[in-house]
C-alpha cells in the first residue's frame, strides 16, 4: 500500500453531548477518488470543516503527506494543496465567472501587494483562468456576471476555482446538492475527468454518482467509520445496508 | 481616442469643473466660494479614502475623521514649534496618519459587522479626547497656526488660489492613485473579502494584511486631507474629529456612491452647498438632507454618481 497522501488518526470532534466524529482514523491515497457516503446527520460536513483547517479536533491528528498539519489554519492548508468547495454554492456573486476563477489564480501567484497593474488585464491571471473555464464547460459566459448563472454553472465555477489552487487534495462537499438530474449527470463526466489528475475527497448524497466515480468508499455513521473500501465490498457490507443502503432499498 | 464611458464621462466633467470654478469666482469677487470649493475638495480626499475601505473593502469604519485630525495637528504642532517647512509636516501628517491606522486597525480588524463599528468609533473617542486634554496645544478650544505650511516662495499658500490648485492636483493625484489601487490585484483582494471572505479563505488568501494594509493607505490619504483643512482655516481643535465629523463623511461617501472613489467628490460637494446654503434659510437644514439621504439609499444604490452615469449612458444610446 502507498503512503497516504491524508490521513487522519483517532479524529475526534464533540459539540457538546454530541459526538460529531468519534474516533475517526481513514487514509485517502494518492491519486484515487475517496468517497465518503452516510446518512444525514453522520457528521459528514464536520469531518470535511476538520480536513480542510476550518474546525479543530478535540482529539486526534491530521496528516498530510507525512506532516503533522492538525494545528495548521484554512490558508497554511491551501498552500500545501488541500482545497475544498463548499456544500451550499461560495462564490463571487458581484464578480464575472472569468474574475471569480481570476482571483483564485491570483491566490497562487505569490503575495498580493501589488498596487499598479490592472489586474483584470494581466495575462498571468486571465489566461489560466480562461484555460480552467473551458475544461470544466464555460468558456462561453466568462463575462457573465456570477450572480446570473443558473445553480449547475455556479457548481462548475466552484470547482474552476479550486483548481485554480493547483491543490494536491480536492474535497468537494456535496457537489451536487439542489442540482436537477440533468445537471447533475453533465458534471459527472466532468468529476470522471479530474480523476487521476488530483486527488479527490467526495462527499455525496447521489449515489448513482458515487458508485460510478469512487475507487474506494468510506461509510460514516454517527460519527463513526463502519465500513471502507471498494464499491462492491461497500454494496455487499450488512451493516452497511442496514444503516444507510436500506433506506433506499425499503 | 476612444469615447468615454457614462462613469468616465462623469468623473471627467467633475474634474473639468474643479478646475474652472476659480475662473467665474475671482471674475465676480466672490473669494468665498473659492474657499467653499476648496472645503469641498478636501473633504473629498476624505470621503475617497473612506470609500477605499467601506465601499470596496466592506468595512464600516465609524472612526474616519480622526485621520482629519491627526493630519491637521501633524500641521499645527509642528508650526506651534516652529517647524514651518511644508515637506516636513505633510511626511509627518501622512507618516503619523499611516502609524495611527495601523495600530486602530490591527486591533479593530480582528473584529466584524457591529463590534467593528463600535470599535472604531471608540477609538475615535479616545483620540479625540487625547486632543482636549493636551492644553499646551490648546486643547478643547482648538489651536491657533500662525502661518500655513512653507513650500518656499514659488508656492505660496497662503495665497487662496494657490491653495485652490494645491488641493485639486492633490485630489485629482489621488483620485488618480485609488483607481489604479482598486483596479489592481491588491484591489481585487479587497472586493473578494468583501464579497465572500470565507471563500477568499479557501483559495488561500489570509484577508487580514490585504484588509490592514487598505486600512493603513486610506488613512494616510484622509492624514492629506487634515494637512490641506489646517492650510486652510490656519487652526485645528478637536471638533475636527468629533464622531459626528466622521459620521458626515460617511453620508458623504453613501450620498455620491460607495465604491466609486468620484461619487464622494459629488457627496462632499453635495453635502457642503447644503450646509452653507441652507443653513442660511434655517438651522434644521440636516431636515432636509435626511429625507433625501433616505431616498439615494432606497432608490438610488449606486448614489449621485451611479445616477449621473446611468443618465448619461442612456443619453448617449438615445442620440446613437
Redesign the interface.
Same mark, same amino acid.
Given at each position: 500500500m502507498p503512503e497516504p497522501l491524508l490521513e487522519t488518526r483517532g479524529l475526534t470532534r464533540r459539540f457538546g453531548g454530541l459526538v460529531a466524529t468519534g474516533d475517526v482514523s481513514l487514509a485517502i491515497l494518492p491519486g484515487e477518488l475517496h468517497a465518503l457516503i452516510g446518512p444525514n446527520g453522520a457528521g459528514k460536513t464536520t469531518l470535511i470543516a476538520q480536513l /480542510?483547517g476550518e474546525l479543530s479536533p478535540d482529539a486526534g491528528a491530521i496528516f498530510f503527506a507525512g506532516s503533522d498539519i492538525t494545528g495548521l489554519g484554512? +490558508?497554511a492548508r $491551501?498552500?500545501l494543496g488541500i482545497? %475544498?468547495s463548499?456544500q451550499i454554492t461560495?462564490? &463571487? /456573486?458581484? &464578480?464575472t465567472a472569468l474574475?471569480n476563477v481570476? #482571483?483564485?489564480v491570483? /491566490? %497562487?501567484a505569490g503575495h498580493? &501587494? %501589488?498596487?499598479?497593474? +490592472? /489586474? %483584470?488585464r494581466?495575462p498571468e #491571471?486571465r489566461n489560466p483562468a480562461r484555460r480552467l473555464l473551458a475544461e470544466i464547460g464555460l468558456a462561453g459566459r466568462a463575462d457573465v456576471p456570477a450572480a446570473s448563472l443558473s445553480h449547475g454553472e455556479r457548481r462548475a465555477l466552484e470547482i474552476a476555482? $479550486?483548481l485554480?489552487?493547483r491543490p494536491r487534495l480536492l474535497l468537494l462537499d456535496e457537489p451536487m446538492a439542489g442540482m436537477g438530474l440533468e445537471e447533475a449527470e453533465e458534471l459527472v463526466p466532468h468529476l470522471a475527468a479530474l480523476k487521476g489528475k488530483v486527488t479527490i475527497f467526495l462527499v455525496e448524497h447521489d449515489m448513482d454518482a458515487v458508485f460510478a466515480l469512487a475507487d474506494r468508499i468510506t461509510v460514516l455513521a454517527n460519527g463513526r467509520v463502519i465500513a471502507s473500501g471498494g464499491a462492491e465490498y461497500i454494496r455487499a457490507d450488512p451493516e452497511v445496508r442496514r444503516a444507510y443502503l436500506g433506506e433506499e432499498a425499503a | 481616442m476612444t469615447r468615454l464611458t457614462g462613469p468616465g464621462a462623469v468623473a471627467g466633467a467633475i474634474l473639468v469643473i474643479l478646475a474652472l470654478v476659480p475662473v467665474p469666482a475671482l471674475a465676480l469677487h466672490q473669494p468665498f466660494y473659492l474657499a467653499l470649493v476648496a472645503r469641498i475638495m478636501i473633504f473629498a480626499i476624505a470621503a475617497m479614502s473612506l470609500d477605499l475601505i467601506l465601499g470596496y473593502g466592506g468595512l464600516v469604519s465609524f472612526g474616519h475623521a480622526v485621520y482629519l485630525g491627526i493630519g491637521g495637528y501633524a500641521v499645527g504642532i509642528l508650526s506651534f514649534h516652529g517647524i514651518d517647512n511644508g515637506f516636513v509636516q505633510f511626511a509627518v501628517a501622512i507618516a503619523a496618519s499611516a502609524m495611527v491606522a495601523l495600530a486602530i486597525g490591527a486591533v479593530s480588524l480582528r473584529t466584524s459587522g457591529v463590534y467593528f463599528i463600535m470599535i472604531t468609533l471608540a477609538f475615535s473617542q479616545m483620540v479625540y479626547f487625547l486632543a482636549v486634554s493636551q492644553n499646551q496645544y490648546g486643547g478643547d478650544d482648538g489651536l491657533n497656526i500662525r502661518r500655513p505650511s512653507d513650500f518656499g516662495n514659488w508656492l505660496p499658500l497662503d495665497r487662496p488660489l494657490v491653495l485652490y490648485y494645491v488641493t485639486f492636483a492633490l485630489l485629482a493625484a489621488l483620485l488618480f492613485l485609488a483607481s489604479r489601487i482598486v483596479a489592481s490585484r491588491f484591489g481585487m483582494v479587497l472586493q473578494g473579502a468583501r464579497s465572500n471572505e470565507r471563500r477568499m479563505a479557501a483559495i488561500g488568501f489570509s484577508v487580514f494584511r490585504y484588509r490592514l494594509a487598505g486600512f493603513v493607505v486610506a488613512g494616510a490619504m484622509c492624514g492629506i486631507a487634515g494637512a490641506l483643512f489646517a492650510n486652510l482655516t490656519l487652526f485645528v481643535s478637536p471638533s475636527i474629529m468629533h464622531w459626528s465629523r466622521s459620521g458626515e463623511i460617511m453620508v458623504m461617501v453613501i450620498l455620491g456612491g460607495m465604491g466609486t472613489l468620484y461619487g464622494p467628490v459629488l457627496g462632499a460637494a453635495l453635502y457642503l452647498v447644503f450646509e452653507s446654503v441652507l443653513s442660511r434659510v434655517t438651522e434644521h437644514w440636516q431636515a432636509v438632507l435626511g429625507p433625501l439621504l433616505v431616498l439615494i439609499v432606497l432608490f438610488a444604490r449606486a448614489g449621485l454618481f451611479g445616477t449621473l452615469a446611468w443618465l448619461v449612458s442612456k443619453a448617449r444610446r438615445r442620440h446613437a
Amino acid at each position: 500500500m502507498p503512503e497516504p497522501l491524508l490521513e487522519t488518526r483517532g479524529l475526534t470532534r464533540r459539540f457538546g453531548g454530541l459526538v460529531a466524529t468519534g474516533d475517526v482514523s481513514l487514509a485517502i491515497l494518492p491519486g484515487e477518488l475517496h468517497a465518503l457516503i452516510g446518512p444525514n446527520g453522520a457528521g459528514k460536513t464536520t469531518l470535511i470543516a476538520q480536513l /480542510a483547517g476550518e474546525l479543530s479536533p478535540d482529539a486526534g491528528a491530521i496528516f498530510f503527506a507525512g506532516s503533522d498539519i492538525t494545528g495548521l489554519g484554512v +490558508p497554511a492548508r $491551501v498552500a500545501l494543496g488541500i482545497a %475544498r468547495s463548499f456544500q451550499i454554492t461560495s462564490i &463571487f /456573486a458581484e &464578480f464575472t465567472a472569468l474574475d471569480n476563477v481570476a #482571483l483564485a489564480v491570483q /491566490a %497562487r501567484a505569490g503575495h498580493s &501587494f %501589488r498596487f499598479w497593474r +490592472p /489586474a %483584470r488585464r494581466d495575462p498571468e #491571471l486571465r489566461n489560466p483562468a480562461r484555460r480552467l473555464l473551458a475544461e470544466i464547460g464555460l468558456a462561453g459566459r466568462a463575462d457573465v456576471p456570477a450572480a446570473s448563472l443558473s445553480h449547475g454553472e455556479r457548481r462548475a465555477l466552484e470547482i474552476a476555482m $479550486v483548481l485554480a489552487t493547483r491543490p494536491r487534495l480536492l474535497l468537494l462537499d456535496e457537489p451536487m446538492a439542489g442540482m436537477g438530474l440533468e445537471e447533475a449527470e453533465e458534471l459527472v463526466p466532468h468529476l470522471a475527468a479530474l480523476k487521476g489528475k488530483v486527488t479527490i475527497f467526495l462527499v455525496e448524497h447521489d449515489m448513482d454518482a458515487v458508485f460510478a466515480l469512487a475507487d474506494r468508499i468510506t461509510v460514516l455513521a454517527n460519527g463513526r467509520v463502519i465500513a471502507s473500501g471498494g464499491a462492491e465490498y461497500i454494496r455487499a457490507d450488512p451493516e452497511v445496508r442496514r444503516a444507510y443502503l436500506g433506506e433506499e432499498a425499503a | 481616442m476612444t469615447r468615454l464611458t457614462g462613469p468616465g464621462a462623469v468623473a471627467g466633467a467633475i474634474l473639468v469643473i474643479l478646475a474652472l470654478v476659480p475662473v467665474p469666482a475671482l471674475a465676480l469677487h466672490q473669494p468665498f466660494y473659492l474657499a467653499l470649493v476648496a472645503r469641498i475638495m478636501i473633504f473629498a480626499i476624505a470621503a475617497m479614502s473612506l470609500d477605499l475601505i467601506l465601499g470596496y473593502g466592506g468595512l464600516v469604519s465609524f472612526g474616519h475623521a480622526v485621520y482629519l485630525g491627526i493630519g491637521g495637528y501633524a500641521v499645527g504642532i509642528l508650526s506651534f514649534h516652529g517647524i514651518d517647512n511644508g515637506f516636513v509636516q505633510f511626511a509627518v501628517a501622512i507618516a503619523a496618519s499611516a502609524m495611527v491606522a495601523l495600530a486602530i486597525g490591527a486591533v479593530s480588524l480582528r473584529t466584524s459587522g457591529v463590534y467593528f463599528i463600535m470599535i472604531t468609533l471608540a477609538f475615535s473617542q479616545m483620540v479625540y479626547f487625547l486632543a482636549v486634554s493636551q492644553n499646551q496645544y490648546g486643547g478643547d478650544d482648538g489651536l491657533n497656526i500662525r502661518r500655513p505650511s512653507d513650500f518656499g516662495n514659488w508656492l505660496p499658500l497662503d495665497r487662496p488660489l494657490v491653495l485652490y490648485y494645491v488641493t485639486f492636483a492633490l485630489l485629482a493625484a489621488l483620485l488618480f492613485l485609488a483607481s489604479r489601487i482598486v483596479a489592481s490585484r491588491f484591489g481585487m483582494v479587497l472586493q473578494g473579502a468583501r464579497s465572500n471572505e470565507r471563500r477568499m479563505a479557501a483559495i488561500g488568501f489570509s484577508v487580514f494584511r490585504y484588509r490592514l494594509a487598505g486600512f493603513v493607505v486610506a488613512g494616510a490619504m484622509c492624514g492629506i486631507a487634515g494637512a490641506l483643512f489646517a492650510n486652510l482655516t490656519l487652526f485645528v481643535s478637536p471638533s475636527i474629529m468629533h464622531w459626528s465629523r466622521s459620521g458626515e463623511i460617511m453620508v458623504m461617501v453613501i450620498l455620491g456612491g460607495m465604491g466609486t472613489l468620484y461619487g464622494p467628490v459629488l457627496g462632499a460637494a453635495l453635502y457642503l452647498v447644503f450646509e452653507s446654503v441652507l443653513s442660511r434659510v434655517t438651522e434644521h437644514w440636516q431636515a432636509v438632507l435626511g429625507p433625501l439621504l433616505v431616498l439615494i439609499v432606497l432608490f438610488a444604490r449606486a448614489g449621485l454618481f451611479g445616477t449621473l452615469a446611468w443618465l448619461v449612458s442612456k443619453a448617449r444610446r438615445r442620440h446613437a
